[in-house]
């Protein structure tokens, strides 16, 4: 059985996600696709609009075979330890042959040629790179910059001002840096870029579908506590019918203002209560929080409003709003610097968690148990043989699961639901 592994957020499910699964298992002549997502806090440093269980269900019912979680230090890292992490996952579970990611360029050679440039790290390029880090460039920026002056090609340097080709070139530099025998294929991203907030004709991004179920909630940005008005939602979901999947639409009928849309500004107050418990020497044992940061952090603390608010009022040239998000939900779900050191020196990876999978894809899961080298945890409750960095690292995403669910109930006024008693998505 051939299985090729997609890395993936899902915030939420749309087209674009059920296309990438379909033309995944075409371009590697695959019969299964498992799917490594985020859990309930994504990348650019905020939480899923919607839970993880339901982003996992919406997934399985579009083609995915099974869906298991990326750990939360990883989920919410930079997209090298973002990549890095979700690639020692599919080694570890020893089945997944190839890799398949959207890109804005959908150009397998170009974002290879770059990503063996940052994986080999010549000394030219590490010269320039120091050079405008020094000059007090951002980092992503000092990199395009370093990898311009080192290729005297500015087309590659372009190539980087788009969030999908970077990661790209990060699971590359992963495959690179790990050895690993997983091969890597790019499919170019369809009719919307990452960040448009506008629907498109088919595809649309998931930053656009995010701004108008923020709108079905009464409010762009910061949600208010207006009854909800129920016409409003059926001319959203009337809208999206052309742009997300037909059991995802019943998914976010179902669910809308139960378990949904969660955004970064209902995580404000959790956020300075952490903040003031905290000193300039605490805040740095945080993973990425630099000194400057922690200045500025105990500076304005009491400045902080909203989340959103907050990061506005921290970032610099140095350091992107994106960035600044990311340590500020570092401080928040308490992973540490030397949480990713323990991690780092154990493997990586430690062990796989499934969130779901298809009734009819019980191959692929003998597959994953019969070749994994960690535990595959189905329950909570019952996993076992996972070493002591890994019971941490599961500890930290309970936590963080937990936090999210708080969050969610409080604002719903629903039942909480622990970690241990979430169940499997089955379809």
């Known amino acids: 059985m051939k299985i090729v592994g997609l890395i993936a957020e899902y915030n939420p499910f749309h087209n674009g996600h059920k ?42 019912k579009s083609g995915a075979s099974a869906v298991l979680e990326l750990p939360v230090c990883y989920a919410c890292g930079s997209a090298e330890y973002f990549a890095r992490g979700a690639l020692a996952v599919f080694e570890s579970l020893g089945c997944v042959e190839s890799i398949c990611f959207g890109s804005e360029c959908g150009d397998f050679e170009t974002l290879n040629k770059i990503a063996r440039i940052f994986a080999e790290e010549p000394e030219e390029y590490q010269t320039a790179l120091r050079t405008y880090l020094r000059r007090g460039l951002s980092f992503p920026l000092a990199r395009q910059k370093a990898l311009r002056d080192y290729t005297g090609d500015a087309a590659l340097e372009a190539v980087l001002d788009y969030p999908n080709n970077t990661l790209g070139v990060e699971y590359i530099k992963a495959i690179y840096l790990a050895k690993s025998s997983v091969r890597a294929y790019t499919l170019k991203r369809l009719d919307s ?53 037909a059991p995802c639409i019943r998914l976010l009928e179902e669910n809308h203002r139960i378990r949904y849309p969660v955004y970064s500004n209902d995580f404000s107050l959790l956020l300075k209560y952490r903040l003031l418990s905290e000193t300039k020497e605490s805040l740095t044992e945080y993973a990425d929080v630099t000194q400057d940061l922690a200045n500025r952090i105990i500076n304005y603390r009491n400045s902080l409003i909203s989340w959103e608010q907050f990061c506005d009022l921290l970032k610099t040239r140095e350091i992107t709003m994106t960035r600044v998000s990311r340590m500020l939900l570092h401080i928040l779900l308490g992973i540490r610097k030397s949480d990713l050191l323990l991690y780092e020196e154990s493997g990586i990876c430690q062990y796989a968690r499934l969130l779901g999978f298809r009734k009819d894809s019980t191959l692929v899961l003998r597959e994953m148990k019969r070749n994994a080298s960690v535990p595959l945890i189905t329950k909570l409750a019952s996993a076992r043989g996972i070493t002591r ?32 008693e979430q169940q499997l998505r089955i379809v």
């Open 19 to 60: 296309y990438h699964i379909e033309k995944a298992l075409e371009m590697t002549d695959s019969d299964a696709a498992v799917v490594l997502m985020s859990g309930d806090f994504v990348q650019r440093g905020a939480p899923a609009i919607m839970p993880k269980h339901l982003r996992a269900e919406a997934a399985l």
């Open 193 to 245: 870029d990452y960040h448009d907030t506008e629907l498109s004709n088919t595809y649309s991004s998931a930053s656009a579908i995010r701004r108008l179920l923020a709108y079905s909630s009464n409010s762009l940005h910061i949600e208010s506590d207006t009854e909800f008005d129920e016409p409003r939602l059926t001319e959203v979901l009337t809208r999206l019918e052309d742009h997300v999947p």
């Open 389 to 420: 960095a890994g019971i941490h690292m599961l500890e930290q995403g309970i936590y963080a699961a937990d936090i999210y669910e708080s969050v969610v109930t409080n604002k719903y006024k629903y039942p909480f639901i622990s970690e241990y």
